[in-house]
């Protein structure tokens, strides 16, 4: 399979709790919870639903007091690293470092007088985390927005370089930034041009993208963008969806770009006329049955014999359509199978390696 090369920019590796993120770790994939911080339960079970579709880090917003107590409480059964996402207030950020954050998402040029900035940036220091910056075209500064007319990739950027600016003089070089805006071009540009300016990494996003369908499609053609270009460290695509479905979406991105593979890679035809057997409903119920697999396998569905054998043949696990239909193991026809098997013989074969991948 042709793979090409994808340089890498180089950045400083940063850490969000036990997740690296920059440098040559592996590009991280987050999503953010939509649930009341102060649920407590609620916010735990959908981190946990994030984490079982693979999850590197989330976000949680903080938006309160009280959020920051309840994110205590969140962070203390959390099992992956927690970003607190705060606006203006230095006192919320001071508390939820002391309750055990792993980076907070805070815009010190939005926190005010300075020796509130100072407090916040040497709380971070003291507790050994990261910051991110986060620019959204959304809340650009009213200066910028005038200066430039609409939010422009160089309003964004400018908007950054005042934030980074800050920490830089404060001597601290531990923070990732973002530059959202919805439209795709805006977004590939600014990032381009900050890339080149600073070392710290990049989190990628299009931000407010849409619903399920148009915000991936968005997102991967803007992410896809960059990343092709070697630009970006962590990734969150911002779905109006469930968080679980931006889990996913991110790791087809990466996948697709044969830049991190994880869970099952489903290659399947289009189906036609030719089909021997119900090829969407199959790759459907196969991918709902296959959910929870984190490990990375290739697995092709393929309606008949015209591209059925080629494809199973390159496939850990294949169904190529005929009389009758063929299943495929490691690249050989292994047994028949009717319609009814299909789902439940590739589910096997799959499950079957896994396990006997954990016993090695
Ligand atoms: Fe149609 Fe066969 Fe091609 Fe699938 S593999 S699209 S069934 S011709």
Redesign the pocket.
Known sequence: MFKPEIPRRKSRKIMVGSVAVGGDAPISVQTMTNTETCDVEATLAQIDRAARAGVDIVRVSVPSMEAAEAFGEIKKRSQVPLITDIHFDYKIALRVAELGADCLRINPGNIGREDRVQAVVQSAKDHGISIRIGVNAGSLEKDLQKKYGEPTPEALVESAMRHIEILDRLNFPDFKVSLKASDVFTTVEAYKILAAQIEQPLHLGITEAGGLRSGSVKSAIGLGMLLAAGIGDTIRVSLAADPVEEVKVGFDILKSLHIRSKGINIIA????????FD?IKTVNALEARLEDVLEHMDVAV???????PG?AREANFGIA?GSPNLLYVDGKPAYKVTENEIVDQLERQVRERIARMKQE
């Open positions: 035809c289009p189906s036609c006329s030719r089909q021997e090829v393929m309606g008949c014999v015209v591209n059925g494809e359509g």
